[in-house]
């Protein structure tokens, strides 16, 4: 089983930049787990946002957030993190942070929320114009 919890949520004018931290515990090492961010803005559906390996070296992003967003983790302090940078009012969501536990499928990346197996609570980005 595995914990997550996300913080570094706010509210922040457009073209600024916000830092999003999602810790890790629990009875399952999330060190060797590919994760993700994602995102669900008001009255839309859950999107995928971005994905990273479990060693940090490989990464995809969304095309809206691309150039923009920057994913990362620090494995010996089982933290992934989201570098936002250039926010727009767009970005206003939830994010959620999840990591992958099953077997893996081979894929170089995962994009689809049932790719994943555990999700945090999301915390709250709201961009201003």
């Known amino acids: 089983q595995v914990q997550l919890v996300e913080s570094g949520g706010g509210l922040v004018q457009a073209g600024g930049s916000l830092r999003l931290s999602c810790a890790a515990s629990g009875r399952t090492a999330t060190s060797r787990l590919p994760m993700g961010w994602f995102r669900r803005a008001p009255g839309k559906e859950r999107e995928f946002a971005a994905f990273?390996?479990?060693?940090?070296?490989?990464?995809f992003y969304a095309d809206p957030v691309r150039g923009r967003f920057t994913i990362s983790r620090d494995n010996a302090k089982n933290t992934m993190y989201l570098q936002m940078n250039s926010l727009k009012p767009e970005d206003t969501a939830v994010y959620y942070c999840?990591?992958?536990?099953?077997?893996?499928?081979?894929?170089?990346?995962?994009?689809?929320?049932?790719?994943?197996?555990?999700w945090g609570q999301g915390t709250q980005v709201t961009v201003s114009s």
């Open positions: 990273v390996n479990w060693s940090g070296e490989r990464t």
């Open positions: 999840a990591v992958r536990t099953r077997t893996s499928s081979g894929a170089s990346y995962y994009t689809t929320d049932y790719a994943y197996d555990y």
